[in-house]
């Protein structure tokens, strides 16, 4: 079994991941990072030699102030980076990589759901992460697992290879064995999601408990008792999160869980769209259905209309994450809103603190998710 890699350089113009110390960041990694002019490549011949002559330092102290060091004064670095800047500078970055012993580069493994690219919420989500790096001349360096089990031989080979500077991780476990791998090995790394022990890592995730609950009582109020859930793999931490949700939503309304009506199921079309056929097969089947993700909603949902019913009408549809098509497919996905795009550059700027070797004072962040109800919820049928 073998892992996939693909090296991405992402150049990007971003204005809005004020908050995660962007000084120490433009300081650390270089006057280009800047979150008033953004990142713009242009091609320069301009030397250090050049700017040393223009500005009447030496040769080394230009070097230092262009690579963030500490022993020079502000106003010297900002008098350089400003002449720079004038002569389109570009840096050496094989060169400072050698003499900083970094690769410039962060790590991401991604699962696959199938033999194509993972879901949207995955592509969103890289999208989110290259936004961000690349405004410090950093790439990302994605690696789509095709076996579970060598997942974490994959981290392995990034980290043991010096091919990385940190990491990225997503989809936490009960029992995450590569959070303890990067603990153990001193890595740099940030955790979109949570285990038990969230006290020895840096992570940021979305209150799933909330948000699956808010959902639950939206079918509750429409007037729905038979609700069905799509739950996704057990082992998986925010699958635990969002269960807990769904059952306290229906024990506040004095509803009975029917475990019937909960099935454990991968997180893909296929899995939501064979899950949907038992639930419609059933003697007595469910008014309303909340899958585990919204790709799964999607395959509920042409399930649905396979049978000739309709969708909001007949049977109402419930999804988590709020994808982009969420919104446009017919009728539209009542669904839970996670800002992925945004939560990515979090995750990523926040990694970039770290690699830099700066102290993160709030380690924990826990989001608010949204509710959006479109057409694919109404009330059941009299």
Known sequence: MRDECVRVGVFFDIRNVSGYRLDVIQKRFGSRFDVNLG????????TLKEIARATGYS?????????GFDDVNDHTRQVILQEAERQGYEPNLAARALQTQRSNTVGLITPLDGPRFPNPFFTEFVAGVGHTVGLAHFDLLLSTNVSHGSELDAYRRLIGGRRVDGMIVLRTRVDDERIQYLSRTGTPFVVFGRTE?????????????AGQAALTRHFIGLGHRRIAYLAPPSELMFARYRRHGFERAMQEAGLEVDQGLIIDTELTERAGAQAAKHLLDLDDPPTAIMAGNDQMAFAVMGA?????LRVGQDIAVG????????EHIHPGLTTVHQPIFD?????????????????ITNRATLIEPELVIRASSGPPRP
């Open 59 to 67: 040769i080394t102290t230009v070097s230092r102030a262009l690579g």
């Open 319 to 326: 999804g988590f994450d709020d994808v982009s098509s969420a």
């Open 304 to 308: 649905v209309q396979e049978r000739g």
């Open 197 to 209: 022990n969230v006290d020895e890592y840096v992570f940021i995730d979305v209150d799933g408990e």
């Open 39 to 46: 990142f713009l490549p242009r091609m320069s011949k301009s």
């Open 343 to 359: 939560i990515a550059q979090r995750c990523a700027a926040t990694l970039l603190l770290l690699i830099a070797g700066v102290a």
